[in-house]
T-cell receptor, first 119, second 112 residues
Framework: DTGVSQDPRHKITKRGQNVTFRCDPISEHNRLYWYRQTLGQGPEFLTYFQNEAQLEKSRLLSDRFSAERPKGSFSTLEIQRTEQGDSAMYLC?????FGIGQENTGELFFGEGSRLTVL | RKEVEQDPGPFNVPEGATVAFNCTYSNSASQSFFWYRQDCRKEPKLLMSVYSSGNEDGRFTAQLNRASQYISLLIRDSKLSDSATYLCVVRHASGGSYIPTFGRGTSLIVHP
């Protein structure tokens, strides 16, 4: 059983560069979420996919942030023209919308995250 | 006002103590409630869902008060291994989307 995997685990980049993170969800999960977490804070919701449809993207932090899930499987999160304030842990989570009542808790399964440092 | 509010702590308690955390939420249309646990430098993991009637899992008891819009987590007989950050999560539906919103977390330190 493979869980959620994220790549790269760490990324150091210079201000102004573009970065892309990849997330491979649990294979039978149709929902995929991106969060950002900074020190001392909880995960902050960024965007969400159900299958290949991006159902919520209004909370992406700026137009420099974009996400895709082209075939309803893996997803990418891109940050263009990075700024020092983008330094954070970027977490991906997947869940399933299937199941009935309490059989489906909507549990989020997180990857280990991609840590971004912008110099 | 934040959607989900928690006291960040830290709560510093001896082994064997009972400790309780509260969490308040602002969206009255919220439908599902959870507690997640996050160890230092690790990803969050589900601790337990919170049901309207309240629920218990071993030493952990979760309760929901919809009228006052708060959720609680009670940990009895604290263990050293309970030291972690406890994240309150509230999920609501918005235009067909289901968005889990996290609080900032409450830090628990259990000492010998």
């Amino acid at each position: 059983d493979t869980g959620v995997s994220q790549d790269p685990r760490h990324k150091i980049t210079k201000r102004g560069q573009n970065v892309t993170f990849r997330c491979d969800p649990i294979s039978e999960h149709n929902r995929l979420y991106w969060y950002r977490q900074t020190l001392g804070q909880g995960p902050e919701f960024l965007t969400y996919f159900q299958n290949e449809a991006q159902l919520e993207k209004s909370r992406l932090l700026s137009d420099r942030f974009s996400a895709e899930r082209p075939k309803g499987s893996f997803s990418t999160l891109e940050i263009q023209r990075t700024e020092q304030g983008d330094s954070a842990m970027y977490l991906c989570a997947s869940s399933s919308s299937f199941g009935i009542g309490q059989e489906n808790t909507g549990e989020l399964f997180f990857g280990e995250g991609s840590r971004l440092t912008v110099l | 006002r934040k959607e989900v509010e928690q006291d960040p702590g830290p709560f510093n308690v001896p082994e064997g103590a009972t400790v309780a955390f509260n969490c308040t939420y602002s969206n009255s249309a919220s439908q599902s409630f959870f507690w997640y646990r996050q160890d230092c430098r690790k990803e969050p993991k589900l601790l337990m869902s919170v049901y309207s009637s309240g629920n218990e899992d071993g030493r952990f008891t979760a309760q929901l008060n919809r009228a006052s819009q708060y959720i609680s987590l009670l940990i009895r007989d604290s263990k050293l291994s309970d030291s972690a950050t406890y994240l309150c999560v509230v999920r609501h539906a918005s235009g067909g989307s289901y968005i889990p919103t996290f609080g900032r977390g409450t830090s628990l330190i259990v000492h010998p």
